[in-house]
């Protein structure tokens, strides 16, 4: 089984309409990471957590928030979604004293 | 802050011929380096990293790194590539302060046969 799995791996959603991506992993890592890739501009951090009580905005938050349901979980909403939000997703996590990061699947979000 | 740039967005390659990818960071302390391969429709996979001693750093699949402090680079080579190689190459730093990265825009690799 995947370490760091992503769901739903597809969606296709409207503008306007709010949407989930779910994040969860069995690493035991306490940080987990939401990127977006864009081609051309490669992966850009939106949020970060480094424990469950711990929340920070990466350099592209606007539009997007999320959740830390616990330590193995890591949802990232979008409340109000726009074409310019069409990207692959992902989540990663880390742990220890270790800085890489390890990567789930992705989520192929397209918003029309 | 620290950023990253590689210099090239796409490398074609023969099968069985050398590549090498490019990639500088700047930053004002010292870093962590990373590489990190995107195959189609995977996730990220580390390749390789350089935290500290040898500047040669040998990856997974016969990749390997040279870290220069002089010149901010830590270009990828891998000495002959296959078909399988062909991915998005993406280069990575961490300036050590906190466990953030950030990525450099990336590299496609084809190989052709």
């Known amino acids: 089984d995947a370490d760091v799995t992503q769901t739903p791996r597809n969606r296709i959603t409207k503008t306007g309409k709010r949407i989930m991506l779910e994040c969860s992993q069995t690493k035991g890592h306490d940080r987990m990471y939401w990127y977006r890739q864009d081609p051309g501009l490669g992966l850009r951090l939106i949020y970060y957590?480094?424990?469950?009580?711990?929340?920070n905005k990466g350099e592209i938050s606007d539009g997007y928030s999320v959740s830390r349901q616990a330590q193995a979980k890591f949802s990232l909403s979008l409340e109000s979604a726009i074409p310019n939000q069409t990207a692959l997703y992902f989540c990663a996590t880390s742990g220890g004293v270790t800085y890489e990061q390890y990567f789930g699947p992705g989520t192929r979000l397209t918003v029309t | 802050a620290q950023s990253v740039t590689q210099l090239d967005s796409q490398v074609p390659v023969f099968e069985e011929a050398p590549v090498e990818l490019r990639c500088n960071y700047s930053s004002s302390v010292s870093v962590y380096l990373f590489w990190y391969v995107q195959y189609p429709n995977q996730g990220l996979q580390l390749l390789l990293k350089?935290?500290?001693?040898?500047?040669l750093v040998k990856g997974i699949n016969g990749f390997e790194a040279e870290f220069n402090k002089s010149q901010t680079s830590f270009h990828l080579r891998k000495p002959s590539v296959h078909i399988s190689d062909t991915a998005e190459y993406f280069c990575?730093?961490?300036?050590?302060?906190?466990?953030?990265?950030?990525f450099g825009a990336g590299t496609t690799v084809t190989v052709r046969a």
């Open positions: 990575a730093v961490s300036d050590r302060r906190d466990y953030k990265l950030s």
């Open positions: 350089y935290l500290s001693g040898s500047t």
């Open positions: 957590s480094f424990d469950v009580k711990d929340i």
